[in-house]
């Protein structure tokens, strides 16, 4: 097996399991003490990664929010932020997203191998690295390739598909999850991932956190026969 991160996955759902709504802006799920805990999260990563339709639809900065974190992080000698990361199978990217023009940190693109890529790397510029991973792309190599560039904790924070691949595969140690008090009831949203019955094996609870009406759940990933 090829080596990888160790990789947290991290989502924020309703009570009846939506991550977002049908409206053109993200719906926010989390509250400020919930927000500040995966800021510090995120200032732990190495990396972040989202989905290439979270970078279209939800225009995320994916930065570390405190200065104080941002200072130890430079002064453990690494990047103010963590590298950005993001994966697509067609290479629809803008490259005027918030996720190429913020931040002082690395950006990388894996997609699919061939033409598509040599285009995306003309529309990107010198904004982002863009890796070919496969045909379609293939998420072992993805882990693969963070690995081999000193990747070691990767935070994935979504949309749903790329959360499912996540699990579906095992490349997941961890999930943070955060049930806001609301009911969505909105059939058309996206909901929490939906891997196979068989993905992940065990979840064991490691962690729970009250954070004023949300509460967080942290699971440790485990096989059956770890």
């Known amino acids: 097996m090829s080596p990888r991160p ?18 053109d802006t993200r719906l926010v799920l989390s509250n400020e003490e919930d927000l500040d805990r995966v800021d510090g999260v995120r200032a732990e990563a190495d ?6 339709h979270t970078v279209r639809s939800d225009d995320p900065r994916l930065l570390v929010r405190s ?5 130890r992080r430079l002064e453990a000698g690494r990047q103010e932020n963590p590298t950005k990361v993001t994966v697509t199978s067609s290479g629809d990217l803008d490259p005027t997203a918030r996720f190429f023009t913020t931040g002082a940190c690395d950006k990388l693109v894996y997609t699919a191998a061939g033409p598509e890529a040599d285009r995306l790397r003309d ?3 010198g904004l982002a690295t863009v890796v070919e991973a496969g045909e379609p792309v293939d998420l072992s190599l993805v882990l693969a390739d963070l690995s081999a560039r000193g990747i070691e904790r990767l935070l994935v924070e979504g949309g749903t598909r790329i959360l499912t691949q996540f699990l579906d595969t095992g490349a997941a140690d961890e999930l943070h999850l955060v049930y806001a008090p609301m009911f969505l009831g909105d059939p058309g949203a996206p909901r929490l991932p939906e ?3 068989t993905a992940t094996g065990l979840l064991r609870l490691a962690e729970t956190r009250t954070m004023g009406d949300a509460v ?3 699971y440790v990933i485990g096989r059956d026969d770890d």
């Not at 990396?47 to 290439?52: D, F, S």
């Not at 200065?67 to 200072?71: K, V």
């Open 6 to 23: 160790y990789v947290v996955l991290s989502a924020a759902s309703s009570l009846d399991g939506y991550i977002d709504d049908t409206g």
């Open 47 to 52: 990396a972040i990664l989202v989905g290439a």
């Open 67 to 71: 200065p104080q974190r941002r200072q």
């Open 123 to 125: 529309t990107l510029g």
């Open 195 to 197: 891997p196979g019955p």
């Open 216 to 218: 967080l759940l942290r």
